[in-house]
């Protein structure tokens, strides 16, 4: 008899796995997907019910021989690919292409532990259609867009230009917030900061209220009539005190989307790299005579659901840590919109804590772990218990309204630590004792100016979470959409703040003008719902397919006959003629940017950096939200005449403040903890080197924040050729067309 095959997606599950199988097992991967759309061609027959080609995955031949041996003489064969819509298709593909799918086996590991392992096999199932059929459905739609969206724009800007189903949605949903803080004009508005005293305490406080409304002072003299009036009907009185009781409860475990708001906040981790890391979690860490374990459920979920033996486990925990009295009783509910396909995101084991097992971790992974587990353990504490006391001061028509919170009982603050109140100031302030017709003294009163901020710039956490808030996207490709609108140089990320450059305002705003329904955030959700419904066997693929090809179709042929006149509106003249031949100067896009060429192109090819008649490029700018630390003038970003980018001082020549552009791709090498910055040669090449001293990696393709399938390296290249491009690593030399 032949051994049980077991085919996984990554080659570090394996030896977890075969940990708990044992030796009637043999485990191999498939490096991903093996079957997918060629690259180079639409593959999908619209005339015949939307009929894809599949095809190998140039590069694959080593893995299918791999695995066609690894099937010979097979006793049985269990296709244990990630528990999601990519995992499902990576399995049907598997079993199509060996012909084994009315044989094979489905296994599902919600978490690699041997409990769940065993369980999995021994409840193995079919392959689920539907949910392979929702994959197809949005491989499909996306290669629909892509492939007749993008030759647009390479015809109306330039080639290279891609266009994508979501990415395009979540880069206008970045142009929006830059458009809005663009435009915004700070309102000045002043407060009238007190210092009281009363029982010999002082403490601080503000004017709330006149003449029972909300005091507004909206300049500098207005507030001097304000503060002398105040001054004149000083002191105040106590003329309310309300004291409430309040419970706080622990936040839920985290979901995909949470999970990537809390570490980018907390870490400054990109989406990208904070599922690496949490992947590397769930597939197994070695944990010394242990052997490999895995020490966190499936990364990618939008459900807060809790198994009730993790709940259990957590309690007893609880319990033996702090005392009966923290274990809490909340049961989270899943929003209505979640598929609700796997738990929350959790330690496997409650046991296991992060202080215990750190030495075996990296320390990122440490870091994400750490996070993950004292979430799951806080949402299973009890709740905190608070006191809030809030008085009302009167002097006259003034009124001051303050008040302070304390914690009775910490609960689930006791390892999660968030503030009490939302109000800040208000956690901070503490009064006397006070009754009701008490004086209170005024020993002192400020006006300060202040003015309205924009709204703030997204990071990479908080455009996930609007994407997740708006129904756009899934928890399987958050992280993707904010990585292509990088590698695309539609967006730059500097200080964790997601800035659109020049060249994805002008891509958003074309695509905008034409397909602005299509683009579109509610219409995109709709389309995941759509999705929804097919994993759900409620309605077929090529119908989600036809509802949406028809009017786009239209659309498509509507934006061809017009293409000219769009391209028209694009062409910007200025006032000078070609010095080779007369014809209009024009402004035209490129490949690294805006460039000066004859409008007499392709008979005359004349062109000129567009720094010699703008010598400012303001266009070219995209400003920051940091100061100089020179001058204190806003920084920028700007290109030279190669496309490299740099970080200049907004006030040169006079401050002439820079320094390298930071592209936030991990270093390559192992135990690196430093960054890729974009640099240009003395010869004008651009090239990219680590951040870190004690490091001298160097490369000179674009780096992509994507890791090796072969050696697990954090960051692959991309080497631009006219066959193609090629994906490749520094490290191992893995290369993929």
């Known amino acids: 008899m032949g051994k049980k095959v077991v085919i996984v997606e990554s080659p570090s599950k394996s030896k977890t796995l075969s940990k708990y199988l044992g030796k009637d097992f043999k485990i191999v991967a498939s490096m991903g997907h093996i079957i997918d759309l060629p690259k180079k061609e639409l593959a999908v027959d619209i005339d015949n019910d939307f009929k894809p080609k599949f095809v190998v995955i140039p590069g694959k031949s080593k893995t299918i021989k791999l695995l066609k041996d690894a099937l010979k003489n097979a006793e049985q064969v269990f296709l244990a690919s990630d528990p999601d ?36 096999v021994a409840n193995s199932t079919e392959i689920d259609i539907d949910k392979v059929s929702a994959q197809i459905a949005r491989r499909l739609l996306d290669r ?11 015809k109306l800007l330039h080639k290279g230009l891609s266009a994508g189903r979501v990415q395009s949605v979540a880069l206008k949903i970045l142009a929006k917030r830059d458009d809005e803080i663009e435009k915004f004009v700070p309102k000045e508005f002043w407060i009238l900061d007190l210092i009281l005293d009363a029982l010999a305490k002082k403490f601080p406080a503000k004017i709330t209220k006149f003449q029972g409304k909300k005091l507004e002072i909206a300049n500098q003299k207005e507030a001097k009539k304000h503060t002398d009036a105040v001054k004149k009907n000083a002191p105040f009185t106590v003329d309310k005190i309300d004291v409430k009781k309040l419970r706080k409860n ?15 906040r907390k870490l400054g981790f990109s989406a990208k790299r904070t599922m690496r890391i949490a992947q590397q979690l769930y597939e197994g860490v070695e944990l010394g005579e242990k052997g490999p374990v895995g020490l966190i459920t499936y990364m990618r979920t939008d459900s807060v659901r809790i198994a009730n033996v993790a709940r259990a486990d957590a309690k007893k925990f609880i319990s033996t840590q702090f005392g009966k009295e923290y274990i809490g009783n909340i049961v989270y509910k899943t929003k209505k919109s979640a598929q609700d396909a796997h738990e929350a995101i959790r330690p496997t084991f409650a046991q296991n804590t992060p ?42 028509d003034y009124i001051v309204d303050i008040s302070a919170t304390k914690v009775l009982f910490d609960g689930f603050l006791k390892i999660w630590k968030v503030p009490i109140t939302e109000n800040k100031e208000e956690a901070d302030v503490k009064f006397p004792s006070l009754k009701i017709g008490d ?13 309205t901020k924009p709204p703030a710039r997204y990071s990479e956490g908080t455009l996930v979470k609007e994407l997740e808030t708006q129904g756009i996207g899934r928890p399987s490709t958050y992280a993707q959409i904010i990585s292509t609108l990088l590698d695309r140089k539609y967006v730059n990320l500097d200080k964790k703040r997601l800035y659109v450059t020049e060249l994805g305002k002008e891509v958003n705003n074309l695509l905008q003008k034409m397909f602005p329904k299509i683009f579109e955030e509610k219409f995109t959700a709709k389309m995941e719902e759509e999705l929804d419904e097919v994993e759900q066997g409620d309605k077929k693929w090529q119908q989600v397919l036809d509802e949406f090809y028809t009017p786009f179709a239209k659309k498509l042929t509507e934006i061809e006959k017009n293409r000219k006149e769009i391209k028209k509106g694009l062409v910007k003249e200025i006032d000078r003629n070609c010095p080779e031949c007369g014809s209009p100067l024009i402004i035209r896009w490129g490949r690294y940017g805006k460039f000066i060429a004859c409008s007499n192109f392709p008979k005359c090819k004349y062109t000129e950096p567009l720094d010699k008649d703008e010598k400012k490029r303001k266009s070219e700018v995209v400003k920051l939200d940091e100061k100089c630390p020179q001058c204190g003038s806003q920084l920028v970003i700007k290109y030279n005449h190669r496309g490299g980018k740099f970080i200049a001082c907004s006030n040169y020549p006079k401050c002439k403040y820079l320094r390298s552009y930071s592209t936030g791709i991990a270093c390559p090498r192992e135990n690196c903890n430093g960054n890729l910055l974009e640099l240009t040669s003395k010869k004008g090449k651009i090239f990219y080197a680590c951040d870190n ?13 994507e890791p090796c399938p072969e050696c697990g390296a954090k960051t692959t290249f991309v080497k631009k050729l006219k066959s ?4 490749y690593c520094e490290i191992c030399k893995w290369r993929q067309a």
């Open 85 to 120: 819509r990519e995992g499902e298709a990576i399995a049907f593909h598997i079993a199509r292409h060996f012909k084994i799918l009315k044989t094979a086996k489905r296994v599902l590991f919600n978490e690699i532990t041997k409990k769940a392992v065993l369980d999995g």
């Open 144 to 154: 629909l867009v892509g492939y007749k969206v993008s030759p647009l724009l390479w």
């Open 250 to 264: 622990p936040p839920p475990p985290f979901i995909t989307s949470s999970l990537q708001l809390e570490v980018s």
């Open 355 to 396: 202080e215990q097992i750190k030495s075996y971790l990296t320390k990122e992974q440490y870091r994400i772990y750490e996070l993950i587990w004292l979430r799951f353990i806080a949402s299973q504490m009890a709740s905190a218990k608070l006191e809030r006391t809030k008085l009302e001061l009167k002097a006259g």
């Open 439 to 451: 004086t209170v003294k005024l020993s002192q009163i400020k006006p300060s100016q202040h003015f």
């Open 693 to 705: 001293k004690d490091c001298d990696f160097v490369a000179f393709n674009e780096p992509v924040a």
């Open 724 to 727: 193609g491009d090629v994906h």
